[in-house]
C-alpha cells in the first residue's frame, strides 16, 4: 500500500460510515463502528474493536484486542452520546480498554500525544490523560482521573476516582492510589501510598538542570519533609523559590488538589532526605 491508500483487511468489518483517512491499515477480523474518524497512517494490527463516538489521531498503533471506545462502566449510563477523543502517535498494547465519557462527568475521556499504554492498561470514563505518559502492564485508571504530562503509572497498580497525577510523577507497581501526587515525586505502595522523594532520575531523563532539579527538591522538602503546614509550605516556596514553570506547577497543583496530597513519607527517606 502506498501512503495514501487504505488497507482493510477482507476479515475486518468496518461500517460504510465510519471515516479513515490517508495510509490507515485495518488488520485481520477487526471491528469498526459507524461513529469512528481514525487519522492519517494509524494501524489496527487486528482484533482491534473501535466503537462508539471515537475521533483517534494521526499515526497511532493499536496491538490486538485493544478495545477503544465502549460503554463506560457506570451503572448509571443510560446510552447516551458521549465520547473518546485520542490524539496523535500514541501507541496501545494488547487488551487495552478505553471507556467513553459520561454526561455527568462531561461527556469524555481523553488522551494525549505520544502515550504508551502497555499491555491491559484500562482508561475509564471521563478520564484526562496528557501527553508523553507511560502506563506499565495493568495499570488501571477509574472514572475522572487527570494524569499530567510525562507522569508514568507502574504495572498492576490502580488509580481511585476523582485522584489527579502531576506531571513528571513516577508511580511505582502495585500501588494504589487515592490522593493526589503532587508532580515531580515518586509513589509507591497502598495502605499506605508512601513518598519516595523527588523523581529525579526522570527529570534528569527529559533534560532538567541540576538547578531546576534542585529547586523541586527544595520545595518539596517544604511541602513534605518539614514541620509546615500545607499554607506555610507555599509561603515559604514563594518567598525562597525563584519563579519558574516547576515553582509555579506545584504552586498550582497544591491549591488546587481536591482530595490531599499523598504526603506518608518512607521511613528512610525521611532520615537521609537531602
Not at 8 to 16: F, Q, R, S
Not at 67 to 72: D, L, Q, Y
Not at 123 to 144: E, P, Y
Request: charged residues 20%; neutral net charge; contains cysteine.
Amino acid at each position: 500500500m502506498t501512503a495514501d491508500e487504505v488497507s482493510i483487511h477482507p476479515t475486518a468489518v468496518v461500517h460504510p460510515q465510519a471515516q479513515l483517512d490517508a495510509g490507515v491499515f485495518v488488520g485481520p477480523y477487526c471491528v469498526i463502528g459507524p461513529e469512528v474518524t481514525i487519522g492519517k497512517g494509524t494501524c489496527l494490527e487486528a482484533n482491534v474493536h473501535i466503537v462508539g463516538w471515537t475521533t483517534i489521531g494521526e499515526e497511532c498503533r493499536f496491538s490486538p484486542y485493544s478495545s477503544i471506545g465502549t460503554e463506560p462502566q457506570d451503572l448509571a449510563y443510560k446510552g447516551e452520546k458521549t465520547f473518546v477523543k485520542i490524539g496523535h502517535r500514541n501507541i496501545f498494547r494488547e487488551f487495552i480498554t478505553v471507556n467513553r465519557g459520561t454526561p455527568k462527568g462531561g461527556g469524555l475521556t481523553t488522551i494525549g500525544d505520544d502515550n504508551y499504554f502497555m499491555a491491559y492498561s484500562h482508561i475509564a470514563h471521563d478520564c484526562q490523560v496528557g501527553s508523553h505518559t507511560v502506563f506499565i502492564n495493568g495499570a488501571t485508571l477509574a472514572g475522572h482521573v487527570r494524569i499530567d504530562d510525562y507522569a508514568t503509572v507502574g504495572a498492576f497498580s490502580a488509580v481511585h476516582q476523582f485522584c489527579r497525577v502531576g506531571k513528571y510523577a513516577f508511580i511505582g507497581g502495585y500501588s494504589v492510589i487515592t490522593q493526589d501526587v503532587c508532580p515531580y515525586l515518586r509513589v509507591a505502595g497502598s495502605r499506605p501510598t508512601l513518598l519516595y522523594g523527588v523523581n529525579a532520575i526522570g527529570l534528569r531523563r527529559h533534560g532538567f538542570s541540576r538547578e531546576k532539579i534542585r529547586n523541586v527538591k527544595m520545595m518539596i522538602k517544604f511541602l513534605f519533609y518539614s514541620e509546615l503546614n500545607t499554607s506555610q509550605a507555599l509561603e515559604r516556596i514563594k518567598q525562597e523559590v525563584e519563579p519558574g514553570p516547576e515553582r509555579e506547577e506545584i504552586l498550582t497543583f497544591v491549591q488546587n488538589s481536591k482530595r490531599g496530597l499523598v504526603k506518608k513519607v518512607a521511613e528512610r527517606w525521611a532520615e537521609n532526605w537531602e
